[in-house]
Every structure is written in C-alpha cells, then in structure tokens.
C-alpha cells in the first residue's frame, strides 16, 4: 500500500484525553478514532490489527473443535427474565424498546441467547458435546469508559460456549479453551499467565483470567517466575487426548490476582528469588458455571438411561478489540508501538527518503513490486517532506521492519534495514535485504 493513497491520519501531539500509552498511541498513530464516549471508529490501519488477531483466534479455536456461528446483537429481554439476569445484570445493559413496544437490549454477553438456541435444536445426548463460538461487536454501558480501547463500552468479542452431558465431559471442554487460549496469546507474542479468578456475574464455581503484565494493569498480580521460561508452542497439544497434563504444567505454580492473592502461601510455595509481583491486564477469561442456565431455560437432554439430564454449560471470552491495546501497553517505547510480527499491520515499511530523485523512485518501485510478489505486507512512504518526519511516522506506527532507500545507497543498490524492535541497522545489497526479509516473514 502506497502512503500516498492510503487513509493513515497520524498526530504529532499526545491528545490530552489519553491517560495510558496504548489509548494514546493508537490515536497518534491513525488507528481509532472516537466517536462518543467509549466507542470508536477503527481506521484502516486499526481495522487490520483487529483482523490480524481476529485470525489467530479464529484459527485456535477451530483447531480445538469449535464451530463459528454468529449471533444477532439486539436480544431479546425475554429470554434474559428466564435466566434471572435481566433484572440483577444492573445499569451496564443498555434496554431498549422497538415499535412494538417489546423489551430488547444489546447484548453484553450471549449465554441467553446460545441457550435458547441449543435448547431448540439439541433433543439427545447423542447430540454432545458442542463448542460453539462467535466474533462479534458486544455493549456494556461503562458508567465510566476510559484507557481508550481497554474499557470501552462497545467492544469486538470471542465467546464460546460448551454444551456437555456431565462434569467428566465438561472439564474436557474446559481444558480445551484453556490450552486453546495459551496459544492464542502465544501466538500473538504475548506471555499470558493463567491465573484463579471470579466469575462474576455470568457465574460458575471453575474460573481461570489470562493476565499478561504491564505496567497500566487493572490488577496487581502475584506469580512464580518460571512462568516465562513455559512456551506452550512447542508443547504437544492434542485436543483429542488428555489435556490435563498440559493444564497441570500451568497452574501448579502460584499465580493469582489481588483479589485471590493469599500472602502466607505465596511465601511458603514461592522461594524469594522466584516471586513476581506486577501489574497485570485481563485478555480473556473462561469459567464453568455447570447447570446455571441450563436450568433456569429448561435445557435438557434424555441421558443414555433415558432421564432428563440438565446440560452442563461453560463460557469462554477473549476481548479481540482489547486485545489490541493489551499488545501495545505491552510493545511500545517513547518512539511508537512496536508490533509483534504475527499481527503486525503491515510487516515491512518501505521509506523513500527523496522522491524526486529518480534512482530513488526506481529502486523504491524495484524493492516493493518484490514485496508485493513476495506477499510481504508492506507500506510504502512515497510521499515527498523531510527525512526526519517520516523516520517518526514509521516509529510511531510501529511496523516490525524498515527498509531506507536514499540517493547514495540507491545509486549503487543498497538500502538500509531497520528492526523496529531493537533498533538496530544494517546496509546491505538490494538483494540481500529482499532476502533477509523473506526469510524473517
């Protein structure tokens, strides 16, 4: 993509209303912009961050056995007055009326209407278990939306929800998306901790948040070290085995937020040298609540002996659009966001540092219809001003990899490479940085 052609409305000031380095840099660099309180539009290059992890996601949950379906997002109230949540959810869930003057709402969560979905559909045991998930924009009115993206009102979300016959079944559900959602943020370059949790308001008695550290976290948070040392992608994950050693390996060691942090066990099972105290942000969340709903809406199945058994039901999210400012609270610097590579926006920045000159034009016109054949995702800084305000867009907007084409390398065929990440740079041939570069993406 030509920077010329494309929408990428950056700032040069920190915007006063950002409090957090995400919220801020997400504006600065051209990714959002709000359009009332707590909702965004998301830009072009935003929208492809969002697509980028939507991806992954959809690409992990369907390796553990999860079928995509999508849901309306205006429900109606009856089903949550079934469930006894309409009433208890509170002010968070916006009600609205049709013309018919029938009780709506937008959905804050989907756990009514996946229910009622299932219980029409689902007449025999023979039918479990499901896992079935959607991506989909969801509304929880925040009384007050702050940090940007993190805690909006109107937010891009995975659920997914599992339908078995017993608990024995439902805990391999369960296992699943637990192993499913370690990849998921492994692959997204982040380092996520399983930690014991509350379920809330959707309820349940098993609860696991996945928390990555930085510094704006919600939460304090509590763990043993050699988490970091854990890389679940070279773990052997079959999601048609036994998952529960895999489980095992990552909640055997302490890990907890503040609000289940028992300071007395912490120091007994931690040795000093291994204790991490920080600040963490929630990515995504997963819980059993057992026959919560399935009870209250009457879902049931006749069991192998022809009883009505009530299914047994979980529920596991991850926040896609909060994701996008969890990823830059944890990869930026005073410069921009740097962005892991798997769900970078384009991977290469290619920087004409002097369009009007024609070796210039020439190699830079080389470089990217190479790029382009190569399918490396790559943005093009083709337009004319000064050296040092392009330099600060491409930081800003954090791309893993520059390529610096000026006149004097271009009049003998070399160009410089950039790593965003570390800063560093090398010259190298045309050739060799092409090279480089396919072999890095």
């Known amino acids: 993509m030509r920077l010329s052609n494309y929408f990428l409305p950056t700032l040069k000031e920190n915007p006063s209303e950002a409090q957090i380095a995400s919220h801020r840099l997400m504006l600065r660099a051209g990714m959002i912009r709000q359009s009332s309180a707590g909702i965004y539009s998301w830009l072009p290059l935003g929208d492809r961050v969002l697509k980028k992890i939507t ?88 009384v007050r939306p702050r940090f940007g993206v993190m805690r909006g009102r109107e937010f891009l979300m995975k659920d997914c ?33 399983p930690m014991r949790a509350q379920s809330g308001p959707i309820g349940g008695d ?27 992608l070279n773990e052997r994950v079959d999601y048609q085995g036994d998952l ?36 963490g942000i929630e990515v995504g969340h997963i819980f059993y609540f057992g026959t919560k709903y399935s009870e209250a809406m009457k879902l049931s199945v006749p069991g192998p002996d022809g009883n009505l058994v009530y299914v047994e039901m979980g529920s596991y999210g991850v926040g896609v659009s909060r994701l996008v400012g969890a990823i830059i609270e944890a990869n930026h610097d005073e410069d921009g966001i740097i962005w892991p ?39 093009y800084e083709d337009r004319g001003g000064r050296a040092g305000v392009k330099f600060a867009n491409m930081d800003l907007i954090g791309l893993p990899w520059q390529l610096i084409v000026g006149p004097r390398g271009a009049a003998s065929g070399r160009v410089e490479l950039k790593s965003r990440r570390t800063g560093e ?14 072999g890095l993406c």
């Open 55 to 142: 991806e992954i996601v959809r690409e992990e949950q369907d390796a553990a056995g999860a079928q995509e379906m999508l849901m309306p997002t205006i429900q109606p109230a009856d089903i949550w007055r079934e469930s006894g949540r309409y009433d208890a959810y509170g002010p968070e869930m916006l009600r609205v009326q049709d013309r018919h003057d029938r009780d709506m709402l937008y959905g804050p969560t989907n756990e009514e209407q996946i229910t009622e979905i299932v219980r029409s559909a689902v007449k025999s045991y023979r039918d479990l278990p499901k896992l079935l998930y959607h991506i989909q924009w969801k509304f929880r009115d925040e």
């Open 161 to 193: 929800y599992s339908f078995d016959l017993n608990f024995e079944t439902a805990c391999r559900s369960y296992n699943k998306m637990f192993v499913s959602y370690l990849r998921i943020f492994a692959k997204m370059g982040l380092k996520a901790i």
């Open 206 to 232: 098993m609860s696991h948040e996945f928390i990555i550290l930085a510094d704006t976290g919600e939460s304090r948070v509590f763990c043993h070290s050699d988490y970091f040392n854990y890389d679940i």
């Open 244 to 279: 529960e050693p895999v489980v095992s390996r990552w909640t055997d060691l302490y890990a907890a937020t503040d609000e289940q942090h028992d300071t007395t066990v912490f120091e007994q099972t931690v040795p000093v040298k291994k204790r991490c105290e920080a600040r």
């Open 341 to 379: 590579e798997s769900v970078a926006p384009f991977m290469a920045g290619l920087i004409n540092l002097k369009p009007e000159d024609e070796k210039c034009n020439l190699l830079c016109k080389e470089i990217y219809e190479k790029l382009q054949t190569n399918n490396i995702d790559t943005l």
């Open 425 to 438: 740079r090398e010259e190298l041939s045309t050739q060799d940085a092409l090279e480089r570069l396919h």
